[in-house]
């Protein structure tokens, strides 16, 4: 179990602050939020110990790849040694266990295949524990990418949110074309994947390029939407205990409607258009059970279009994003 913390307003607004640019200078912030450089990196340290991480990924959309989301139903005895498992493939952006302990929700990356390509994770379906699988492609993100949820609980003023947002981080286009990435690009989306706030001269040291030509690129990837800089702390840790993976059911004219209204939502993290039988999923973070069932039955139920929902609680969380 991970202890609650009391974060003050300061510590919530340097979380925001990263959240929005993961790397603001702690000088920026320190301007932003009326307080010192040597406090905000005081801040900054003291949020890491606590599970703050700060890290860089290629947009899968970029580099020509598709996103899935895996519901991988197994005995009981196999869930904790296969979701490990697939939390070491380097594919997999998170892995979680829920169901009871019978079922595995992981995000995994694969290239765009063609009809006769092998499945995604062709070994799962050779194994004899393995139960069930269903595959979701991920068709439109509507919120969390990068995930953003903390930025919800307590907005910065709009002044703040304005000076701290990078104009020249944008999202990937929806329709941008795949890019080709030369071994230079790769080893500094490397260098960043454990700790995207790294400074110039050690990227330079980490992939050989000079400090100067390490910026330029690293620009020019987040400015094109290829890389994003992405700010995780744990919603435990601010007394929100229960993630829950809500899969619904949308008549397909409310799909926007529906996909928009709940990225607005406080306890959504993720929200997504995808394939199958449930054409939308989104991931809720709330307190506890009572705080589930009221945001189901007020915000969620109420919505036009919305046919079902099937909530699927997460019992623990085996790799998060990154």
């Known amino acids: 179990m991970v202890e609650t913390v009391t974060l003050d307003e300061l510590d919530r607004q340097v979380l925001q602050a990263l959240q929005l640019d993961g790397r603001a200078s702690f000088r920026l912030i320190g301007q932003v939020l009326g307080v010192s450089e040597n406090t905000v990196a005081r801040r900054y340290r003291n949020l890491c110990t606590l599970g703050l991480r700060t890290v860089a990924r290629a947009v899968p959309a970029r580099l020509g790849h598709t996103e899935w989301i895996m519901r991988i139903q197994v005995t009981p005895d196999a869930a904790t040694s296969l979701a490990q498992s697939l939390a070491r493939l380097p594919e997999t952006g998170y892995v979680s266990i829920g ?135 744990p919603p435990r840790r601010l007394g929100y205990r229960l993630m829950s993976y809500l899969w619904l059911r949308v008549d397909p004219a409310r799909l926007d409607h529906v996909g928009t209204a709940l990225a607005g939502h406080t306890p959504i993290s993720f929200a997504a258009a995808v394939t199958g039988p449930h054409n939308m999923v989104a991931a809720a973070i709330t307190r506890n059970t009572s705080d589930l069932y009221r945001y189901l039955a007020e915000h969620v139920g109420p919505l036009p279009g919305v046919q079902y929902v099937e909530t699927a609680p997460a019992l623990r969380q085996v790799k998060r994003l990154g």
């Open 99 to 233: 169901g009871a302990g019978t079922e595995i929700h992981c995000g995994i990356t694969a290239p765009a295949t063609g009809e006769d390509d092998a499945p995604l994770l062709p070994s799962l379906h050779r194994m004899n524990r393995v139960t069930g699988i269903n595959a979701h492609c991920l068709l439109h993100v509507y919120d969390g990418d990068p995930p953003t949820w903390s930025t919800k609980q307590r907005p910065l003023t709009p002044d703040q949110h304005t000076a701290l947002a990078p104009p020249a981080h944008r999202e990937a286009e929806p329709d941008a074309e795949p890019v080709d990435l030369d071994e230079a690009d790769r080893s500094l989306i490397a260098a960043l994947a454990d700790n995207a706030r790294a400074t110039y001269p050690q990227l330079a040291a980490a992939t050989g390029l000079a400090s100067s030509t390490a910026k330029r690129r690293l620009d020019r990837l987040l400015a094109e939407g290829i890389v994003l800089i992405c700010t995780e702390f």
